[in-house]
């Protein structure tokens, strides 16, 4: 890898760093007006919106010019984001300002993979992009939880600048203002970002020749008998991915009666896994066989429902396991495996779907066009998950029966894949026996 590349990496670090500690401070500000316990999930939602939205324009956008720039670009709109969060602005508001950042610095991020790296480089590459990302949002979400907290906020709050009064007087706010910090140290390492050199056509500036544009992109992918497979998986996990990070909130909250601090720290774990698993896969497996991963899908949904049995209850608080001068206490060991088995399945099969669909992205039409298309697919699954998940808290249905439901679905969906794929192959089978016979 050269050193451009390591500046991409860095660059993702602070932004993706900045977004997650910036959810978890959302969902303390909304509870600090007393925002009813539906409208957490919509935080996601409608963060997840521009990049629903704007499919059509971003990928155009991001390869109008130079992906440095794009990225300085939307990252500053993500600084306006939180602004105006800061600021008085509604948590849905704002959140989804800085969704309209990221729609907009999705398709700058990977498709300059595509343009420094050969594809037999793109599994490794999107190994360690995922496990870096998933770093950072382990730690993102560590740092939201740790600013909110009482101890770290108030020392925050009794900090006073000279000669400068600002209206910021609670823990969620202190928070922001630190996030704030982060994305500005992200925006000066995009500018450092090179040009790879590489010119796409003249892009198009017309609303509905974008729009048609976007459509034959998002046909071509789908009729590809590769590309649809790794489409469908990665749909599914970011669908998933978003709605289990409010699962397991909400799960530590009710079965073990953790608040949203140490809930935040709880749902990072699981991150740990898709880290381990992500790094695993773009050590272990070709881009030749990353079709091979997808039966791990499957077993990530069932082992999703194993935590509905499990509550804080089931051990006595009092057990504690002693390891030299670490203390851990008995009754949140088996959660914390669950998560981390989970997150290590998810991270595993879904890295190479991510480089074998950037791969027949390039192949089939521009970098910043088939991320844009990927993204749109993914985030309307997200949209679509967090909706049925906000319905659900809405309608009180117990934890456990979310999460068996949940896993279940994964669980067959990703049967329905592993089908098709069988299908798309057989009939490849046929075809070039045919040709074979033909000559």
């Not at 400068?164 to 202190?174: K, L, N």
Request: charged share 10%.
């Amino acid at each position: 890898m050269n050193r451009s590349f390591y500046i991409i990496m860095a660059a993702q670090f602070f932004s993706s760093l900045a977004d997650n500690a910036l959810l978890i401070a959302a969902i303390a500000l909304l509870a600090q007006l007393h925002a009813p316990a539906w409208m957490t999930p919509l935080l996601k939602l409608f963060f997840v919106l521009s990049y629903v939205v704007l499919a059509a324009f971003v990928g155009a956008f991001a390869d109008s010019r130079p992906k440095g720039n794009v990225m300085f670009i939307t990252n500053t709109v993500k600084f306006i984001g939180c602004v105006a969060m800061l600021f008085g602005s509604h948590p849905l508001l704002s959140y989804a300002i800085v969704g309209l950042g990221a729609a907009a610095y999705s398709p700058a991020k990977y498709g300059i993979l595509t343009e420094l790296l050969p594809p037999e480089k793109l599994v490794a590459a999107n190994g360690w992009i995922e496990g870096l990302t998933v770093s950072s949002i382990i730690l993102g979400t560590v740092l939201g939880g740790i600013l909110i907290s009482h101890t770290v906020s108030t020392d925050l709050l009794s900090f006073d600048m000279p000669l400068v009064t600002t209206s910021v007087d609670t823990p969620a706010e202190s928070a922001i203002l630190v996030i704030m910090l982060i994305y500005v140290i992200a925006a000066l390492i995009n500018l450092r970002i090179p040009d790879t050199g590489i010119k796409y056509r003249a892009q198009k500036t017309n609303p509905i020749e974008l729009v048609v544009d976007f459509a034959k992109c998002f046909k071509t992918l789908w009729n590809d008998r590769l590309g649809q497979i790794s489409l469908a998986v990665t749909t599914l996990f970011w669908g998933a991915g978003a709605t289990l990070q409010f699962i397991v909130l909400k799960w530590a909250q009710v079965a073990l009666n953790m608040n949203l601090s140490q809930g935040a720290i709880l749902q990072a774990i699981s991150a740990f896994g898709v880290a381990g698993g992500a790094v695993y896969a773009a050590w272990k497996v070709p881009l030749k066989q990353s079709l091979r991963v997808l039966p791990h899908g499957i077993a990530m949904g069932l082992v999703v429902c194993t935590m509905a049995f499990y509550n804080a209850d089931m051990l006595p608080a009092t057990s504690i396991l002693q390891i030299g001068k670490l203390n851990i206490t008995l009754n949140l060991v088996p959660p914390y495996l669950l998560l981390i088995l989970v997150g290590w399945l998810a991270g595993y099969f879904v890295v190479p779907m991510n480089a074998l669909l950037q791969h027949r992205g390039h192949v089939l039409m521009s970098a910043g066009h088939s991320i844009a298309v990927q993204n749109f697919n993914e985030n309307l699954s997200v949209l679509g998950m967090l909706s049925i998940y906000a319905i659900l808290i809405w309608l009180d249905v117990p934890v456990p029966i979310m999460i068996v439901g949940f896993g279940i679905s994964v669980s067959l969906i990703m049967w329905l894949v592993i089908r098709r794929h069988a299908a798309n192959q057989a009939e490849y089978d046929s075809l070039h026996l045919i040709g074979e016979a033909k000559h």
